[in-house]
């Protein structure tokens, strides 16, 4: 059986679920990567609120740090990077044109499919997970293992994230042209890439 729900949880459930829902059928469909990563961005703290909601608080900051903080921001940097955010031809002219249909029917089935799971009767868990044991609360307990046990791993992920970083950014870097003749070479054919793109 389901608990009461008040009034305040309830808009809290309502407002963080549709900008979820926002957020990622934003990622899907925009066609900017700067704007579907943040898009991404809404809909990890949307997620970040809901755990609030459930009495998770350390997973909602988990959710916040790493995900819309570390995870995001490595998206970002490959984004400036590769130069994806450039205007490319995603679409050739021979695309083939029942995909669009094949994925309504699909769309249209996992509606159906949703519809059918809601009408039944979901058991839920325990509204708190981080509940005290033994007089000790699991934040404490994870924190402790975090900062002491495994405290050189965890460093060494950190610096491993940051070579990752500086690597991804001397791999990108453009060698300049020797010549002038290598340059006008590279113009030319920059012109005709935005040609054919235009």
């Known amino acids: 059986m389901l608990a009461v729900v008040t009034m305040p949880d309830l808009v809290t459930f309502i407002a963080a679920a549709l900008a979820a829902l926002v957020g990622a059928v934003g990622v899907v469909t925009l066609r900017h990567p700067v704007h579907a990563a943040l898009m991404l961005v809404m809909t990890l703290f949307a997620i970040a609120v809901l755990f609030v909601e459930q009495g998770a608080q350390f997973l909602a900051a988990v959710q916040v740090i790493v995900y819309a903080g570390a995870i995001v921001v490595l998206f970002l940097f490959v984004i400036m990077l590769l130069g994806v955010d450039k205007r490319e031809s ?57 900062f002491t046990t495994y405290l050189l791993p965890f460093e060494a992920t950190s610096v491993l994230l940051v070579v990752a970083v500086l690597g991804a950014v001397v791999l990108s870097r453009i060698p300049r042209a020797s010549t002038s003749e290598e340059l006008a070479l590279e113009m030319e054919s920059d012109a005709k890439e935005e040609v054919e793109l235009g």
Request: net charge positive; hydrophobic share 60%; no cysteine.
């Open 90 to 146: 995603i679409m050739p002219k021979n695309a083939v044109t029942w995909q669009l249909p094949i994925g309504l029917l699909f769309v249209i089935a996992i509606l159906i499919e949703l519809s059918i799971l809601t009408k039944g009767v979901w058991a839920t868990g325990t509204h708190s997970v981080t509940a005290a044991v033994n007089g000790v609360s699991n934040i404490a307990v994870l924190a402790r293992a975090v």
